[in-house]
C-alpha cells in the first residue's frame, strides 16, 4: 500500500509540474536584468561626429542601449581637446553612469578619467587608449596591428623578394595611441630587417589632404617606392590619390572601421589591403561591456577589461558582399 500510494503522489507532483510547465514559467533574472537600466543614463564623448567610426559607434550604442530604457547622449568636441575636456568635466559634474570616451591622445584626459571614476561613473574607452587605464577598453591591438604591417612590408617590399626595400608610413597624430602604439609595432618588426629602409615617416593629423601633399612628396624623392602603410583609411584616400597620380605601383596597406569606402577603394584599386577593425562589432561590445557593469555593479575603477576588436584583413581578391558596413545601417 505505501509503494502503491508513494506511485500516486509522484505521479500527482509530475501532473502538477507538467500542469506549470504547460503555462509557462517566469525566467527569474529578467526582471532584475530590466530594472538595471531603467533610469540609467550613458554620455559619449568622441574626438568629433561626422565620420564613420564616430557615427557608427553612437548609432549602434543608441540601438542596444535605448530600448533598455537608457538615455544615450553624445557631447561632441568637433577636434578640439579642450573642449573635450570640458565636456568630460562637466559631465563629472552631472554624474552620468557611464562615460564613453574616444581619446585624441594618450594624455590629455588621463586625469580626468580618473577623477570620473573616482566621482563614481564608469568609463569605457573606445579605440584610442589613455595611458591611464579605466573600467573598459574596447578597440584595436595597435601594437599586434602594427606588427602585421611590419611584416607585411617586409613580404612585398624586401630585395629577397623583388622589391626595392623602401616603404613609407603615414601616421596620423603622434601622441594618438593608435599612432605611438602602432609604431611601436612597426619597429618591432622592422628593427630585425635593416634591408627595409623607411624613406617617409610622417603624420598627416587624420588629414585626407595632408596625406596627399606626404605622399606626392615621398614619391618625388623616391620614384622606386615600393610599400606604404597608412593608419586610416578615410585620411588614406589622400595617400592614394597621390599614388594614382604619379602613375606608381605601391603597396598600399590601410585600416579602418569597415565602412563601405572601404570595400569601394579596393575595388576601384586604390587600396591595395585594409585592415578593419569592424565598428558595429565595437559598439556591440561597449553595450555588454556597459550593461555588465550596470548590472554588477563594482566600485568604478577597481575592475580593467580590455576587448580586443578580432581584424580582418581584406584585399579586393578576397572582400565579399557584406564585409564592409554602411553608415545608412546605423550600426
Known amino acids: 500500500m505505501?509503494?502503491?500510494k508513494a506511485l500516486l503522489l509522484a505521479a500527482a507532483i509530475g501532473l502538477i509540474g507538467t500542469t506549470a510547465m504547460a503555462d509557462g514559467i517566469d525566467d527569474p533574472a529578467r526582471a532584475s536584468y530590466y530594472d538595471a537600466f531603467k533610469g540609467k543614463r550613458v554620455a559619449y564623448v568622441p574626438v568629433a561626429m561626422g565620420f564613420d567610426l564616430t557615427e557608427g559607434w553612437a548609432a549602434g550604442l543608441r540601438k542596444y542601449l535605448e530600448p533598455l530604457g537608457i538615455k544615450?547622449?553624445?557631447r561632441d568636441p568637433n577636434w578640439?581637446?579642450?573642449?573635450?575636456?570640458q565636456a568630460i568635466t562637466s559631465l563629472i559634474e552631472e554624474k552620468p553612469d557611464v562615460i564613453v570616451v574616444?581619446?585624441?591622445?594618450?594624455?590629455s584626459y588621463a586625469k580626468l578619467l580618473k577623477k570620473a571614476e573616482q566621482a563614481g561613473i564608469y568609463v569605457v574607452q573606445v579605440n584610442m587608449r589613455s595611458s591611464y587605464s579605466t573600467d573598459a577598453f574596447i578597440g584595436a591591438d595597435y601594437v599586434g596591428m602594427g606588427e602585421y604591417l611590419g611584416n607585411r612590408l617586409v613580404e612585398k617590399c624586401s630585395p629577397a623578394n623583388g622589391g626595392s626595400g623602401k616603404v613609407s608610413i603615414t601616421q596620423g597624430v603622434l601622441t594618438a595611441a593608435a599612432s605611438a602604439y602602432q609604431m611601436k609595432g612597426i619597429e618591432n618588426v622592422l628593427s630585425q630587417h635593416p634591408e627595409i629602409k623607411v624613406v617617409s615617416n610622417q603624420a598627416a593629423d587624420w588629414d585626407a589632404t595632408k596625406a596627399r601633399t606626404i605622399m606626392a612628396t615621398a614619391?618625388?624623392?623616391n620614384p622606386d617606392l615600393c610599400g606604404a602603410v597608412g593608419f586610416w583609411d578615410v585620411m588614406d584616400v589622400g595617400t592614394a590619390s597621390a599614388i594614382k597620380e604619379a602613375g606608381k605601383n605601391v603597396y598600399l596597406i590601410t585600416q579602418g572601421g569597415g565602412n563601405q569606402a572601404a570595400c569601394d577603394?579596393?575595388?576601384?584599386?586604390?587600396f591595395s589591403e585594409v585592415v578593419v577593425y569592424h565598428?558595429?562589432?565595437?559598439?556591440?561590445?561597449?553595450?555588454?561591456?556597459?550593461k555588465s557593469l550596470l548590472q554588477n555593479k563594482p566600485k568604478p575603477g577597481e575592475t580593467h577589461t580590455t576587448l580586443f576588436t578580432p581584424l580582418t584583413i581584406l584585399t579586393k581578391?578576397?572582400?565579399?558582399?557584406?564585409?564592409c558596413w554602411s553608415l545608412d545601417a546605423k550600426g
Open 72 to 74: 544615450f547622449e553624445v
Open 80 to 85: 578640439s581637446t579642450d573642449a573635450g575636456a
Open 279 to 290: 565598428v558595429p562589432s565595437q559598439a556591440r561590445d561597449m553595450a555588454d561591456m556597459i
Open 219 to 221: 614619391l618625388q624623392q
Open 265 to 270: 577603394n579596393l575595388e576601384k584599386g586604390l
Open 2 to 4: 505505501r509503494s502503491v
Open 317 to 323: 581578391d578576397t572582400m565579399k558582399p557584406g564585409d
Open 102 to 107: 574616444h581619446n585624441p591622445d594618450v594624455q
